[in-house]
């Protein structure tokens, strides 16, 4: 097998998603290290959660990695159109991800539920908004390389831009991947 | 040249396993399971679909050197940290 020496996309995306996940791996451990000390709390607030939703958000997500990488594999195979479609469809998961995230934020809100009731809703509102943020930040390099891609400004041998924006998508993905059970399972 | 893809893609078999283990880890949750094996087994499900996204979908698998490595490191630190948490605080 061929191998390369430095991952794909631009390497100053690798430098920036190295920097983005060490601020998260605070964030949970700060939260699992808070949470020790406050267990029946933690346990009980989590259990107001909808673990459904977070199912739904973390199958929107992780499928729309999968449209990625089959863009990006599209792309290898110098097939545009079809790039550009797995991105839509990335883009779409996006979407529900963000939509299914308001309507939890508007479901607790509406509850009288916020940053304040409590250590755990402050962790739950605080991650799961910086993590909402990021996934709105991937939407708009996915937009950015959707449109590069429908004015063929990528090619089977040029297109490091859009690995370079499907690679902080999976970012976006993994770090979510860890915030599910954490926020929404374990205890 | 390029290569004629056959049959289902390895990143097709890592999405269907990573939609599997997320609904694996949902079922726990919603079975109320809970204490400090089933938290770290929840983690450890979890540590193995980021390094899948790693190797499969950012395609460090076909990286050599430390770049390889830096999807697997980033998850040892939160996955240390957060089981530690977890012992001290006895799971449940």
């Not at chain 1, 992780?62 to 990488?69: D, G, L």
């Not at chain 1, 962790?123 to 004015?151: D, E, Q």
């Not at chain 2, 979890?46 to 490191?73: F, N, Q």
Request: aromatic share 16%; proline share 1%; glycine share 8%.
């Amino acid at each position: 097998m061929l191998r390369q020496k430095t991952p794909g996309g631009d390497l100053a995306i690798w430098i920036f998603i190295i920097a983005e996940l060490l601020v998260f791996a605070i964030f949970f451990a700060t939260y699992a290290f808070t949470r020790s000390s406050h267990v029946e709390m933690f346990n009980a607030s989590q259990l107001t959660l909808d673990s459904n939703l977070a199912l739904i958000n973390t199958l929107s997500l992780i499928t729309s990695s999968y449209f990625a990488v089959r863009a990006v594999a599209a792309m290898r195979e110098d097939k545009a159109r079809q790039c550009f479609n797995w991105l839509l469809g990335a883009l779409l998961m996006g979407l529900v991800f963000l939509i299914v995230k308001l309507v939890e934020y508007n479901h607790h809100y509406s509850g009288g539920i916020n940053m304040r009731t409590n250590l755990f809703y402050m962790f739950y509102f605080s991650l799961t908004f910086f993590h909402f943020m990021h996934v709105v930040m991937g939407m708009i390099i996915l937009s950015a390389n959707a449109f590069k891609t429908r004015a063929g400004n990528y090619s089977a041998q040029n297109y490091t831009g859009l690995e370079t924006g499907t690679n902080y998508w999976h970012m976006v993905d993994i770090v979510w991947i860890i915030l599910f059970p954490l926020i929404y399972v374990m205890r | 040249m390029q290569q004629k893809i056959t049959g289902i893609r390895p990143c097709t078999w890592v999405y269907l396993l990573l939609m599997l283990l997320t609904l694996l880890t949902w079922t726990v949750g919603v079975m109320g399971l809970n204490g400090l094996t089933v938290a770290l087994l929840v983690l450890g499900l979890s540590l193995i679909k980021g390094h899948l996204i790693g190797d499969y979908y950012m395609g460090l698998k076909l990286v050599s050197g430390g770049w390889r490595w830096v999807i697997v490191a980033w998850l040892i630190i939160p996955g240390v940290f957060i089981s530690v948490a977890f012992y001290i605080s006895g799971g449940g």
